[in-house]
């Protein structure tokens, strides 16, 4: 089945410590997207990428990077600058139709 | 900027009423809009989305809602409440220029029995 998957679905990381967020696509979508939820504050743009080799910061970049060296991965590094980095990840992807896909998310807990 | 307002973080219905949930707008320029649903620990499901066609867009699940360029509202709305519609519920809009969405801050709807 077509779809998003991302991975893991639970990470637990140390301070001071990067860790890195799959996400994989086969829906052929060229353009593919993190988001950042916190309870009551929805979700927030952390980066996006509309074709491989580009990408452009969202609006909650910092302390975040990105690759887009495939049209079906867009992988996320959250690194030690990220002040808080504890949160639900979600991935998605888009095509001509304008709407997003999401994967099932990431839960990261910084101990 | 374009953003969208999500009006009550949290609604509580009776099983068999109506549920309406609110959003409002701000855009330039005549905007695609969506809603999405989120059950606990999942990812965001697509309920419908206005792209400019019919003001009236029905989704998934029995929800419909209303696209008002007056009032710069797209109100999500169900007839009857079902167990089953409890989950958390997301208005978006998008973004001249990017694809991305911009999120409401979300309505959580409790269905009691």
């Known amino acids: 089945d077509g779809g998003i998957t991302q991975s893991p679905k639970y990470l637990f990381r140390k301070e001071g410590q990067n860790v890195t967020l799959s996400c994989e696509q086969n829906?052929?979508?060229?353009?593919m997207y993190w988001y950042r939820q916190d309870p009551g504050q929805g979700l927030r743009l952390i980066y996006y990428s509309q074709i491989v080799n580009d990408f452009q910061k969202g609006d909650i970049a910092e302390g975040y990077s990105v690759s887009r060296e495939k049209k079906e991965s867009f992988p996320l590094t959250v690194t030690s600058a990220q002040k808080n980095p504890t949160a639900f990840y979600l991935c998605?992807?888009?095509?001509?139709?304008?709407?997003?896909?999401f994967g099932e998310g990431s839960r990261l807990t910084v101990l | 900027a374009q953003s969208v307002t999500q009006l009550g973080s949290h609604v509580s219905v009776s099983e068999g009423a109506l549920v309406l949930l609110r959003c409002n707008y701000s855009s330039s320029v005549p905007p695609y809009l969506f809603w999405y649903v989120q059950y606990p620990n999942q990812g965001l499901q697509l309920l419908l989305k206005y792209t400019s066609a019919a003001t009236l867009v029905k989704g998934i699940n029995g929800f419909e809602a209303e696209f008002k360029k007056s009032e710069t509202s797209f109100h999500l709305t169900k007839p009857s409440a079902h167990m089953s519609d409890a989950a958390e519920y997301f208005c978006?809009?998008?973004?001249?220029?990017?694809?991305?969405?911009?999120f409401g801050s979300g309505t959580r709807l409790q269905v009691q029995p």
């Open positions: 998605a992807s888009s095509g001509e139709t304008g709407e997003l896909f």
């Open positions: 978006a809009v998008s973004h001249t220029g990017r694809r991305a969405l911009t």
């Open positions: 829906l052929n979508h060229d353009a």
